[in-house]
């Protein structure tokens, strides 16, 4: 007669591999995701970039700098106000202090002191600049001063009488900031402003951006620049150490 409790010990062994393979395969998850998390870091406005000089923006993006600040002389024109930086010329130099003019507009952008600075060709006032990744993270943003053409009213007075006696609007240059948005993952840039940068945490940020369109129009661009920090804080981008 067989006794119904009776449990054959090959099973017993078999369901003792599968908890032990269960256990490797969580123990494995883990580490990996421990290794990873020890191989990469946070994007932040604390993080602090490879000096130096990158090409590419691929290369910016995994913060190994082309050149070498050493590798290099320079004249440059740095404002702290405007958080920009002007090259008279770059200089590459050789082993035997040899000098080669570098061609400025080849640069996608340099890092001084871990800030990185982009390179923007500024049309209205025929220079190319360097100006600094304000904030920086999955959305980074930064801006510059350029020149529009405006209609601006022009008007003559009598200067006896004091009264109006000719009006014409006059086109003018116009000082204007020009503020952009830049996506971490591949580099695309955008107009700062609402429409964009909604369509850009649609799918990554549903809540955030459901909330902004509910908001008053006036209002979610007030708190535009603040959102972008929020979203970066809930949404972080690493690289690789």
Known sequence: MTNSNHIDPFFLKIKSMKKASIYLMVVGLLSSVAVSAQDTIKVTNEFLFENGLYYSYESFQKNTPDLKWKAVQYEAHPNKEKR???????NLVDANNERTKLDITKLWGIS????????VFIESRGISE????RTRGRICYFN???YIKKLVPMTIYD???GEPVFKQDVENKVLTSFEKLLRFEDGAIVDFNLQNFTE??????????DTLKEMNKGLAEER????????NDRNPVFIKK
Do not use: C, H
């Open 84 to 90: 920009s930086i002007q090259f008279k010329n770059i």
């Open 112 to 119: 001084v002191n871990g800030i990185p600075y982009i390179r």
């Open 130 to 133: 360097f100006v600094a990744l």
């Open 144 to 146: 510059y001063e350029g």
């Open 159 to 161: 200067r006896q009488t």
């Open 200 to 209: 850009w945490i649609a799918e990554t940020d549903k809540r955030l951006g």
């Open 224 to 231: 535009l620049y603040k959102s972008m920090k929020i979203f």
